[in-house]
């Protein structure tokens, strides 16, 4: 179909179940058939270019879809106030019967989008609407809040929740708190708070809870969220973590190793491919590049991973519109056999720069091998006879710089495979490194670190970096996690939150702490060296633990801790990877 035969329509109104309207931009290929229609609906403008991850919508409308993209609730051009998730099930499901029924629909519906716009399409499914027959989810922060959404094994991700706040939210509830002031008046105040991003102080505030007498509107409100306990019930609204046998739509999900909602993006993924496997139905889709929430090109922090990492081009068998056109065209237009053609996991194995496709993640192939902590700072395959420790002063005060790695926060932070050995200086980073690698080492699937170790607190921090150290020198982070001591079990494996857990600890007492690092899909070259950092914090992306029991948003007071890692004997501090062989690597490739 040419380009000039598609029709937009404006602000076209739809009524929620309580009365009130939301509104979307609606877009209308030429044809004189029913056609499906897919909806994406977020908070950040449906007026923007409707750009997804590198996708053509005008490709995806000459395909043959109405497509649709709705301001959410108190939203810009939709009425209402904006509650984050909190009414996203009912006017998902309100807004997908009301898509279904759109002229030129054939009653169909898909839905797409990514983040704030995955987070939607989960909703809506929850809610049960017949008409909604497929997903295209991009960085899903759904399956709970507690696997990198809002935290992560008990600490807050607080650089990423201040950033999307100010950055994404801010400005436009400043506009409707003060309909009739003039834009520019709005924007000197918000240039106020932006300096304070700039300058990071916005970051040092203690107790955290003194931003309520420094900012005012959404930061201050999304500010309270570092105060509510974990157990409270906002934070379980729209989750899909114990409902994924209620979803039906199939869903084709995708994200990035550097993805800050990389571990609710495996987890959903996990959740619906158990969930299909029970059933007997069609499994979901996986795609993982080496991207992050807001990059998909061939570069990401200080590493190149060459022209066909691209989203936009055609490396992982095809670029992402056309994945997604022929997503949609199984399923909800039954032209299946493109689908059935391909494995259903791809995933981008990063150092070795290609496409994998696998039948599952991680991949059945994949057998788990551990590198123990040793004496004179070194990583080996045999964990050492006699036990040693290393010791170091973690001071909240002075806590180690954020460097890199899966974040979505102020442009002043850099993000993804970025290079630590500005870290190397401070006494409270201790690093463990391999000896060369003789030949590549291929790690696929979820990595995980167990710690033998002690404080002289009652409650600190603990934070694992997996590294690839290059010939150069350059130690490039790879994956990383981070486990606060009184939360220790508090989490499922998959981030699910388990009330009254929470157990301070006696000083000096021997803990064998497991740290989640995700999961990557990465070749450490033949030469290379694996290295694992350790230390008790990475400020500001996580908010730091002050030692005494005592929450950053209700305390100053911190005390140094005397950090203590023991290896070697019975104490067999190690790293786990999931290392698939050259082999399997090879006959996978795409």
């Not at 100010?166 to 520019?184: M, V, Y």
């Not at 990059?295 to 691209?310: H, I, Q, T, V, W």
């Not at 004179?376 to 420790?389: K, N, Q």
């Not at 009184?486 to 989490?491: A, V």
Request: hydrophobic share 40%; net charge negative; glycine share 8%.
């Amino acid at each position: 179909m040419p380009i000039d035969e598609i029709r937009l329509q404006t602000n076209v109104p739809a009524t929620m179940r309580d009365g009130t309207v939301l509104r979307a931009d609606v877009y209308y290929p030429s044809s004189s058939e029913p056609v499906p229609v897919i909806v994406m609906r977020h908070p950040y403008s449906k007026s923007r270019t409707p750009t997804l991850r590198d996708v053509d919508i005008v490709k995806v409308v000459q395909s043959g879809y109405i497509l649709v993209f709705q301001d959410v609730r108190g939203r810009f051009a939709s009425d209402g106030s904006f509650e984050p998730s909190l009414h996203e099930e009912e006017d998902g499901t309100d807004t997908v019967r009301w898509a279904a029924q759109l002229p030129g629909s054939d009653g169909r519906v898909g839905m797409w989008g990514s983040s704030y716009g995955a987070e939607t399409q989960w909703s809506a499914a929850l809610g049960g609407p017949d008409e909604l027959l497929s997903l295209v989810s991009i960085n899903p922060p759904s399956h709970s809040q507690f696997n990198g959404f809002l935290m992560r094994r008990g600490v807050h991700e607080f650089g990423s929740r201040l950033n999307w706040a100010h950055g994404s939210i801010a400005l436009e509830e400043l506009r409707r708190a003060n309909e009739g002031t003039d834009l520019k008046e709005l924007v000197r105040e918000y240039a106020v708070s932006q300096e304070k991003f700039d300058t990071q102080e916005i970051y040092g505030l203690l107790p955290f809870s003194k931003i309520h007498e420094e900012e005012e509107g959404f930061l201050s409100l999304a500010s309270r969220t570092f105060g509510e306990p974990a157990d409270a019930d906002w934070r379980h609204v729209s989750r899909t973590h114990d409902r994924y046998g209620e979803i039906k739509p199939r869903a084709f999900i995708v994200g990035g190793w550097f993805d800050c909602f990389l571990g609710s993006t495996l987890s959903q993924y996990e959740g619906m491919r158990s969930a299909a496997t029970a059933a007997g139905k069609p499994v979901p889709h996986l795609l993982i590049g080496p991207w992050s929430h807001r990059e998909s090109g061939d570069r990401l922090g200080d590493l190149s991973f060459g022209p066909m990492a691209k989203a936009a081009l055609p490396g992982q068998d095809e670029a992402l519109t056309g994945q997604i056109i022929r997503w949609f065209d199984a399923t909800l237009k039954g032209i299946g056999a493109p689908l059935e053609a391909l494995p259903p996991v791809r995933v981008f194995l990063m150092g070795t720069n290609r496409w994998l496709g696998f039948e599952s993640f991680p991949p059945a192939e994949a057998t788990t091998q551990s590198w123990f902590l040793g004496a004179g700072a070194t990583l080996g395959t045999v964990p050492a006879a006699l036990e040693e420790h290393v010791s170091y002063d973690y001071d909240p005060r002075d806590p180690a710089p954020t460097v890199g790695g899966p974040i979505l926060m102020a442009p002043a932070f850099r993000v993804g495979p970025v290079a630590q050995n500005e870290l190397y200086d401070r006494e409270d980073v201790v690093s463990f490194t391999s000896a060369p690698l003789a030949d590549p080492l291929h790690v696929i699937g979820s990595v995980q670190a167990v710690l033998h170790a002690a404080t002289s607190a009652v409650d600190t921090d603990f934070v694992v970096t997996l590294c690839d150290v290059y010939p150069d020198g350059r130690s490039i982070l790879i994956a990383d996690g981070i486990v606060r001591v009184s939360e220790r079990n508090s989490y499922t494996d998959d981030g699910v939150f388990r009330p009254g857990a929470r157990s301070l600890v006696e000083p000096d007492e021997d803990l064998e702490l497991r740290v989640d690092l995700l999961a990557t899909a990465h070749t450490f070259g033949t030469g290379h060296r694996i290295r694992v950092d350790v230390t008790s914090s990475n400020f500001p992306r996580w908010d730091v633990n002050l030692n005494t029991g005592a929450s950053f948003y209700d305390s100053d007071t911190s005390v140094v801790a005397r950090q203590t890692l023991k290896f070697g004997g019975l104490h067999k501090s190690r790293i786990e990877l999931p290392v698939v062989p050259g082999a399997t690597v090879a006959e996978a490739s795409i």
